[in-house]
Structures are given as C-alpha cells and as structure tokens.
C-alpha cells in the first residue's frame, strides 16, 4: 500500500478530464496511488420525483451506475499503467461539503480538481465551488489547468518570509518542501518567488529621503528572502524577488518562466468565510496560467 493517496475530483458532465491526467502523471511519478471520485445529486431525483411524472427509487440506483461505469472507464487506462486506483461515489450537496466530507473519510495525501483558463483573456474560470474549496479543503487542493507538462517541469514556491500578511511563519516551510516534494519527483526546478511592495504611504523623518526608505524597505525583503532561503538550498538563479505586487508579479514569473505549477499558502481571517493568498487572492488566483497548489496551515 503506497502512503501518499491523491483523490481526484471528476465532473461527470465532461469528457475531458485535466486533473485525473495530472493526478495520473503525478502518481507515476511519486508513487502514489489515485482514488477517483464522484459527488452528484439532483434534487427531483432525490425527492422520487421528475418534471411530470414520479419517479421510483431505482431512478437514483440507475443513476449511480452510471457514473460508476464512468469512474471504472477512466481508470482503466490508469490500471493499465500500473497504478493503483479506486473509485468512488457520493449522493451528496452542495457539491463543495461532499468533496470536503470525502477528503475528512479519505485523508488524501492531495486532492485534484479541474478548473480552466481562458487564455485570450488571460483569466482563470474559478466556479463556485472551487472557491469553497479553497477555503475549506482540508487537504492540499491542486487546480489543473488544461495544459501540457513535460519532464524537467519548473514548480515555483511562493513564500512572505516577513509575513506580512499575517501568514504563519511555519507555513512558508511547508509551501517549500511540498515544492520540493513536487520538483524531485518529476525531475522538475524548484524555484522560489516573494513579491512585495513599498508602503504606499509613508511616514518619513524630517529630513530623509523618500528613496532611502524604499531601499530599506527592499534590503529589509532581500535579507529575509536570502535568510529563509539558505537551508532549502536554492540556487540564487531560480529566487525571485520581485517589486511588484502579487496579483502582477507572480502570473507574470510563472509565464515567463513556463511554470508547471505554483505552490501557494492560504489563511482564512478567524470570523470571515474568506481566504487571502497575501491579501489579493482572488487577483492572484484570476490571472495565473498554471496549475495552482493551496495548502493551509497544518497542511489543509
């Protein structure tokens, strides 16, 4: 039995399926067994009832083989790889709770989720439920985009190593090694990325310079940035330290960089059903044109 277990989130609804291709690769990769999973619910159906007439029970039963038959032929060409995969159903709602009840019973080592990006328009499509997820996924959560990776693949770690958005210091540490987890097992660079900004208002001494400030305020991000750095053992050419904010600096270093995926660290503000990645998420998450890891303090 393998230790690390990906759960793959499937949408009945398409034929096209990123994330259990990616889940696939990453498996092949780190030894890694799959689980894919269904969760699916109508409620006339539930209810034992359909646009004009009423409907028996079997209906549902019906239903569920269905799916399940489209579990087992998605896995198919998987088992014959070699992996080890294990299918799943859940009668469950809204979709985002029975993904997250799912991944409380399964403890995955990940879990993997479609989304799509538009690239005329260099935005993703995040539904509503990856949002929830996002927020609630108590396991790290892998957001697939619909494109090719190869061998030699670069993941980019993003860390705020003077947390400054109130991110737990630990959690830097556990972007960075999942990353690495990642690029060792693929054969892939591991990068690091930390951008910043000066304040916009800024209190100065009588008599300093505005420019002063700003370059403190850029050697204060350096230093750390270099001190967090030293144990991981990253080569100064893959730490990027950019005077950008995030929502520009980190889709712009991933596509310059032809990134497999970036590695992100998100919180949630006790009190208030949102999630911050640094204090621009839902920018950040909007514009990047690759594959996205969210992990949470402890791991979730």
């Not at 990068?191 to 403190?216: D, K, R, Y």
């Not at 350096?222 to 990253?234: K, N, S, V, Y």
Request: some cysteine.
């Amino acid at each position: 039995m393998t230790e690390r277990k990906i759960l793959v989130v499937v949408d009945p609804r398409s034929e096209e399926q990123p994330a259990a291709e990616r889940a696939a690769w990453l498996a092949e990769h780190l030894s890694a067994s799959l689980e894919l999973f269904i969760c699916d619910f109508d409620p006339d159906i539930d209810a034992g009832r359909g646009a004009t007439i009423w409907i028996k029970e079997p209906v549902r039963e019906n239903l569920l083989t269905i799916l399940r038959k489209k579990l087992e032929e998605i896995a198919a060409p998987f088992r014959e790889r070699g992996l080890d995969v294990a299918v799943d159903l859940a009668w469950d709602h809204p979709l985002h709770d029975g993904i997250v009840r799912k991944v409380q019973a399964s403890q995955p080592w990940l879990v993997a989720k479609d989304t799509h990006h538009h690239n005329a328009l260099k935005r993703t499509i995040l539904t509503n439920t990856d949002w929830h997820l996002i927020r609630h996924c108590p396991a790290p959560l892998l957001l697939v985009k619909p494109n090719p990776v190869t061998e030699n693949s670069k993941v980019f770690a993003a860390v705020d190593p003077l947390h400054v958005h109130d991110k737990p210091a630990q959690l830097d540490n556990e972007i960075v090694t999942l990353a690495k987890t990642l690029a060792d097992g693929v054969g892939g660079e591991l990068h690091a990325v930390h951008t910043f900004m000066p304040p916009i208002e800024l209190i100065v001494p009588e008599g300093t310079l505005v420019a002063e400030i700003s370059e403190e305020v850029e050697r204060a991000h350096r230093e750390a940035f270099t001190e967090f750095l030293a144990p991981h053992t990253i080569p100064d050419d893959r730490a990027h330290l950019l005077l950008r904010t995030a929502y520009e600096g980190l889709p712009e270093i991933t596509e310059q960089e032809s990134a497999w995926v970036i590695v992100m660290g998100a919180i949630s503000r006790q009190g208030l059903d949102k999630i911050f990645v640094g204090s621009t998420a839902e920018r950040v998450l909007d514009r990047l044109p690759c594959d996205v890891l969210i992990v949470k303090p402890g791991g979730g």
